[in-house]
């Protein structure tokens, strides 16, 4: 077990390739064989638009169960028991490490047969992020990082090139639906850049933007299930992530905007288009 120093924490790190297998291994047992079979009775609703199938939950049971036996000592925050039980975001702001579990990040789009989903565990003690970890399924492929350390996709060091000039950039993110200087800060984003893809699994769209393939991505919720690790992995491979009014991000913000850009003058020519309010 690995002991990561960062300014005043100290962080005990469990084998970085043990929680790797245990995403890999959760998936392949609990998530992949229900993949386009799933019964009636295997999905409800939490909310308007927001589904939770049995797959959630055994993968989220699963993971929580090795991922603390994995690190003594740590507690767990995931999506499932945080809808259940919100008081449990407390413990991000504890001093006991804390696994960030998302068990099936883009449940939509399982439900509905479309390969575009991931399951996300960060590691954070202290309200700061030490190491992510995004599975990708369908492709076999997982996106790795440690604080400091570099980010990975397999066995490939993920390093984001020189950005593009905003004209030609490719964009991630939803134009709100409410009426107001969010919505209308998004659309002048579709003008300014070159194409706008619509963020339809937060896991997959680090994956992407880490990879080189997007260029930037605005986030206006931070369900810490669905950024803590994707944010440490874009940084890790060079991209700038920070809240408009340009603190940085960390699990405990629950509420963006969030603007990501491969570079910190990219990311100031995308602020200054968005143009919040002071």
């Not at 369908?138 to 593009?164: E, I, M, S």
Request: charged share 25%.
């Amino acid at each position: 077990m690995d002991v990561l120093h960062g300014h005043e924490d100290v962080m005990r790190l469990p084998d970085i390739d043990s929680v790797t297998d245990t995403l890999r291994v959760t998936a392949a047992e609990e998530i992949l064989p229900r993949f386009r079979r799933l019964g009636r009775g295997d999905v409800r609703q939490k909310g308007p638009g927001d589904p939770v199938t049995v797959v959630d939950e055994a993968a989220e049971a699963r993971l929580s169960e090795a991922l603390t036996a994995l690190l003594p000592g740590s507690v767990v925050v995931a999506e499932e028991i945080a809808a259940r039980e919100p008081s449990v975001l407390d413990r991000l702001k504890g001093d006991a490490p804390v696994w960030i579990i998302d068990p099936l990040d883009g449940t939509n789009n399982f439900t509905q047969g479309r390969a575009r989903f991931a399951v996300i565990v960060a590691l954070v003690q202290g309200g700061r992020t030490f190491a992510g970890w995004i599975h990708d399924p369908v492709n076999a492929v997982t996106a790795t990082a440690v604080a400091g350390q570099g980010a990975w996709l397999g066995d490939r060091r993920l390093a984001l090139g020189p950005a593009a000039p905003v004209s030609d950039m490719e964009g991630l993110f939803v134009i709100p639906h409410d009426p107001g200087w969010r919505r209308d800060a998004t659309m002048r984003l579709t003008k300014a850049t070159r194409s706008r893809r619509r963020i339809d699994c937060a896991g997959a769209e680090y994956i992407d933007l880490a990879s080189g393939r997007g260029d930037f991505a605005i986030f206006y919720r931070l369900n810490p299930w669905d950024h803590a690790a994707g944010v440490l992995i874009y940084r890790e491979a060079g991209g700038h992530a920070a809240l408009l009014d340009r603190r940085p991000y960390a699990p405990t913000i629950h509420m963006g905007p969030m603007l990501l850009a491969p570079t910190p003058d990219a990311w100031d020519d995308l602020r200054a288009i968005l143009a919040p309010p002071e």
